[in-house]
Every structure is written in structure tokens, then in C-alpha cells.
């Protein structure tokens, strides 16, 4: 099979695999520990920690290991919100194109009786700064918005938003989990207080993550933790770190720092590749940019007439996505494809490919004849 579902997780890069299997057999002692072994794992989780941090721009204070970015996300906005019983209303800002994680997280807040702004994005994906400004009130605790959406590729203007919500005293979270992989990721250059991603996405383990919070952020108004115990990451994220995950994902961000623009525009030139091999084959419609303003490694796009589920159960050689179920079991149509405005028929009939490390031009091209023919076989014989 041709893997061209990178922004659902991608595979393991080998020197990830291999530094995580050393880490597992040599470094299994609990961090926390105060015996020479337990010290040799704490330097290790510290080292793949000063990674993390420098390839933010953060310092390693500022950096808590998660179990992925559905936790890191799930703690920024309740853990600025503050979820305890008696506690003020506050009210959160987000967009309607955000991951289910963050809007997910701010309905439960919704049901505890905080308020939330959704704001709308524009046919290509994107939230318009002021209408941020405009949505911020006194009471506003947190304003959330994505790096880059998942599903169609949309890059935020998160610096501008954040010089806004700076100006207004109020904190940002960013879900970078789909940037951090293509585009340079500063917290200090975004201007951001909050920042998630996780491992799996950049070549590295599923299951471990990252939070920055900054330390200003923390020094003001400490987040309040979602586990409570042996108080590890400084009291915030309690529970003995699963070491091999984070040397793991010290040794992704590593590789990923290495030659991340150029990679960039590989992926960019691969997807290229495709569209136009695609394009004399089977009509088919873009749903995201290829431009500027996108990511550079996938792109959205619909079959007319095709049941795009359908065509990936058919279409054994190729594993792409569907934008009709986005999440493990819901066959609800996108909710980011209607965000930006496509009628059901078009929704129903699109995929998403994205381009990978180990993706060749040879890959991309099969791919291209492999969907072509799935939708050219599924059409109805035409009758004079
Ligand atoms: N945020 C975005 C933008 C994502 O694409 C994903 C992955 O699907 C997540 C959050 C959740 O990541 P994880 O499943 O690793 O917790």
C-alpha cells in the first residue's frame, strides 16, 4: 500500500525506532528515582526536553511532556480556564475549524457554564484577526486557534492574532500539531503563551506529546492540572514519564530540525507531481490552496458524483482519508469541509492526501492511476 494519510500519523522514522528500543532495554529506571540508573533516565528525559525546547525557541521550563496533542490541548484550554466548582465564568474563543480536541474540550467548558465563541473561517479555511479582536471581552480567559487545519491545510495568522490578544492581556493557545512538521515553529516569533503538538505526526512514537506553556504565563496564573499524583512536570501533567516515548520524540524533533525546509519543498514539489499526473487522468475539484497561506505536504480535494468512502475501501492500494468520517467512528460529515462553505455532495466525495518522508515520486504518480481508476470504475456506464 502507498501511505499517503500523513496527517493522520505518520510512520516511524527508523532512528527514532532504534533510539527508542535503546531507551526501553537501557534507560528503563523511573526518572524520579534518585539512584544512579533512575539519573541516567531523568538526563536522558532532560536532553530530549532541551531538544524540544530549542526547536520552539522555548526555554526547557516551558516545555511538559503529554500523551499527545489531544491531552495538551484538552489541559491548555482547561487548565487556563480552571474547571473547579464556584469558579467564575469565563469565556474561551475559538474557531470552527479547530480539531474535535479543542472543540470538544471548550463544549465541555460550554456545559459547565462557561461561554465559548466559535468563530466562522473563510471559504479557504482561514479566521479573520479582527474578528478575533472583536469577539474578546473582559471576561475572556483564552483564545485558541491551529497552526495549520488537519483537513484542508489552512496556515492561521496566529502572529497577528497573537499581537492582538496580546494587546488585550489575553493568552493564546496554538495547536501546531499539523504545522510543526513543515513550517518553522518560534513561540517567541508566533507570540504565543500555549503551544501543542504531538510525537506521532513528525516521524516519532504515538502516545507522547508536548505542551509549552510560558513561563510568564505560569508565573501569573498557574494552570490548573487535569491528573493529580506523584506531582512530575512540575505538578502539572502527575504520572511516571514514559521515557522511551519522550527520548523517542527528542530524537524525531531532531531529525525533523535537520532538514525540515527543504523537505518542505520536496513534499510541495511530490504533491505537485501528483495534481498534474492526477489532472490528465479524472476531473476532480480542490477543496484546499497549494499556495502560500497552505501547508506544502497535502492537499483536499473531491471526485464529482464519487462516494469517496467507498472509493477508499476499493482502493486497496493507495491509503488516503475521506472528509465524510474524519474521526474513528463518526460518519457525520466534516465539520471543517462545511465550515468552509462545501455543500454535502462535494464533502461526500472528498479525500485527503498527504505526502510524506518516505513518499517517492514513483509513489506519487501510482497513486495518482490508482485513485483515477477507482473513481473512473465506480461512475455509472453511460447509455446513448
Ligand atoms: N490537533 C490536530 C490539528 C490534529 O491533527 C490531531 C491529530 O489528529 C490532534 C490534535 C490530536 O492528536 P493526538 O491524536 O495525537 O492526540
Redesign the pocket.
Known sequence: TIYLDH???TPMDPAVAEAMHTAATECFANPSSPHAAGIRAFREVERARGTVARFLGAARSEIYFT???????NLAVKGVVGTGSGAPVRHVVTTAV??K??LDTCRSLRAGGHEVTVLPVDAEGRVDPARVAAALRPETALVSV?L???EVSTIQPVARIAELTRAAGVPLHC?A??GVGTLPVDVRELGVDLL?F????IYGP??I?VLYVSNALSDEAPLVPLLHGGGQERGLRAGTLNTAAVIGLGRAVELLAAGREREAGRLAALRGRFLAELAGLVPYTLNSGTGVGFLPQAVNLSFEGADAQQLLLEVTAVAVSSGSACNSSAQEPSHVLTAIGLPPERIRGSIRVGFGRFTTEEQAVRAAHALAAGVLAAQPVRTA
Open positions: 496527517q493522520a500519523t500523551s499527545g496533542a489531544t491531552e495538551g490541548n479547530e480539531h480536541s479543542v491551529m495549520a487545519n488537519n495547536d500539531t499539523q501543542t504531538s510525537g506521532h505526526k504515538k502516545g506529546g
